[in-house]
């Protein structure tokens, strides 16, 4: 990804809570308008207010998680003029309205509720392997089915996996309706380092849409890698993948605050 491309999305980050422009957000990138979009596009798979208004969830999210904050004063604080306006996004983007995901995190995150409508008799499958970066080691990784880039929305299908180092996982996602699905993991885990200041890191992985057809089986091999400052936050409310006793990994990432779940997103921010 071009420099330009990552000041723009260095601009969002630090600005979000303002009512930034496409002009504003291409002027970081010295770019024009049109060509910015199309190539900021080409670079994340959405286009740079989508991505905006991803961020601005995610921040949601981590005030929920970390603040006594009103949902009113989150709203306002993210960049959302209205308070409805900001919970019919970040219910339909996270999967819960900001009041539970707020108790969810509290009481800890369960596993995502499956479908309780059954899957239409012509869907498909997609199934595949998951392999972990070789520095790192064993894993919980969590796949599903997703309608965009951005994992958001309750997936069609979902499955958690336990993926080892040098080891190949396999994965399958049953009942995916027929049409465009972006197939994404992510995972947490430490380096295979044995000190103890070793860093612990989101994984993330993905691979282009893939088209389910009545009744097919598509083979879908992801690779996980770290987490890259450019990447898109998490926003779906993805069940806690922390070993039990582990709920905040800050301490290995000196200099960094991270959320101490998925549920989160994950992402460091820098203090």
């Known amino acids: 990804m071009n420099s330009a491309i990552k000041s723009a999305i260095a601009r969002i980050w630090e600005d979000y809570s303002e009512p930034l422009s496409l002009n504003e957000i291409a002027k970081s990138a010295i770019l024009s308008r049109f060509h910015f979009s199309r190539v900021f596009r080409e670079a994340t798979w959405v286009s740079p207010g989508r991505y905006l208004s ?28 209205s308070l409805g306006s900001f919970t019919n996004h970040f219910t339909d983007s996270v999967g819960a309205s900001p009041s539970r995901f707020r108790r969810m995190w509290l009481e800890g995150m369960r596993e995502t509720p499956r479908a ?13 392997t998951v392999t972990l970066p070789p520095e790192y080691a064993a894993a919980r990784v969590y796949v599903g089915a997703f309608q965009t880039p951005i994992i958001q929305r309750r997936p069609v299908s979902w499955t958690v996996v336990e993926a080892a180092a040098g080891e190949t ?35 993330l992985g993905g691979v282009d849409p893939v088209t389910v057809i009545d009744k097919s089986t598509n083979i879908v091999g992801i690779a996980l890698r770290p987490r890259r400052e450019t990447d898109l936050p ?13 709920r905040d990994p800050a301490q290995y990432e000196p200099g960094y605050q991270t959320r101490p779940s998925l549920a989160a997103g994950q992402v460091p921010w820098r203090r």
């Open 116 to 128: 309780e409508t059954p899957a239409p008799s012509e869907s498909g499958t997609v199934t595949g």
């Open 169 to 203: 996982t396999r994965y399958c996602l049953p009942d995916v309706t027929p049409g465009l699905w972006y197939i994404r993991a992510v995972a947490t885990a430490d380096s295979a380092d044995p000190e103890p200041w070793t860093r612990r890191s989101l994984l």
């Open 54 to 81: 991803a961020v601005r969830i995610y921040q949601a999210k981590r005030l929920l998680a970390t603040t006594k904050l009103s949902v009113t004063d989150i709203s306002l604080a993210v960049g959302y003029n």
């Open 234 to 246: 998490v926003l779906y409310a993805v069940p806690d993948l922390e070993p039990r006793g582990r």
